[in-house]
T-cell receptor, first 118, second 114 residues
Framework: GAVVSQHPSRVICKSGTSVKIECRSLDFQATTMFWYRQFPKQSLMLMATSNEGSKATYEQGVEKDKFLINHASLTLSTLTVTSAHPEDSSFYIC??????????????FGSGTRLTVV | AQSVTQLDSQVPVFEEAPVELRCNYSSSVSVYLFWYVQYPNQGLQLLLKYLSGSTLVESINGFEAEFNKSQTSFHLRKPSVHISDTAEYFCAVRYYSSASKIIFGSGTRLSIRP
């Protein structure tokens, strides 16, 4: 089945530094990937939709200059948290859409990245 | 506004008891519906989905959900739960009109007592 690899699984960084999170579709091509953020004991909030070869579409309230998304190929999207602060600490999850699964399904999730900013 | 409501944040049940996790969505347009399960510190796994056809859908591990258009609901049920079913369950919806994005409910934590 479709597999999405997300790396790193955990990262601790100092306040003010930047962190890059990678999301790869291992055995399928994904023109569209999604980035979610999940606070403890809460649901997933969609941050942005990443489209291969074009600019990401951000949800209302998400700072595009702080959360940089790049989708340079059909199998890789990256999320960079710039100038991280403790309030950015969260669980970030990516999701990729499998083209071959058609329009109806094929949303595969990565295993998530636990970001802690100290 | 498009939204998904999971009324129960936590559902404690005894092992081998039946369980129902409730989910309602707000829309009068056509939707695709999903249930995802999340184990601690992991991503989400698709449990089952409704796209069209039969309103009752089943998963391989004994869960089922029924799409009720008139009540805009997609409740998840299992007749007999196991300790291994302990996890967070998320109901999600994708609206026909919203391109690709999926909207999640707030989640229900299912805890199984021996």
């Amino acid at each position: 089945g479709a597999v999405v690899s997300q790396h790193p699984s955990r990262v601790i960084c100092k306040s003010g530094t930047s962190v890059k999170i990678e999301c790869r579709s291992l055995d399928f091509q994904a023109t569209t990937m999604f980035w979610y953020r999940q606070f403890p004991k809460q649901s997933l909030m969609l941050m942005a939709t990443s489209n291969e070869g074009s600019k990401a579409t951000y949800e209302q309230g998400v700072e595009k200059d702080k959360f940089l998304i790049n989708h340079a190929s059909l199998t890789l999207s990256t999320l960079t948290v710039t100038s991280a602060h403790p309030e950015d600490s969260s669980f970030y999850i990516c999701s990729a859409r499998d083209l071959d699964a058609g329009d109806f399904g094929g949303y595969t999730f990565g295993s998530g990245t636990r970001l802690t900013v100290v | 506004a498009q939204s998904v409501t999971q009324l129960d944040s936590q559902v404690p049940v005894f092992e081998e008891a039946p369980v129902e996790l409730r989910c309602n969505y707000s829309s009068s347009v056509s939707v695709y519906l999903f249930w995802y399960v999340q184990y601690p510190n992991q991503g989400l796994q698709l449990l089952l989905k409704y796209l069209s056809g039969s309103t009752l859908v089943e998963s391989i591990n004994g869960f089922e959900a029924e799409f009720n258009k008139s009540q805009t609901s997609f409740h998840l049920r299992k007749p007999s739960v196991h300790i291994s079913d302990t996890a967070e369950y998320f109901c999600a919806v994708r609206y026909y009109s919203s391109a690709s994005k999926i909207i999640f409910g707030s989640g229900t934590r299912l805890s199984i007592r021996p």
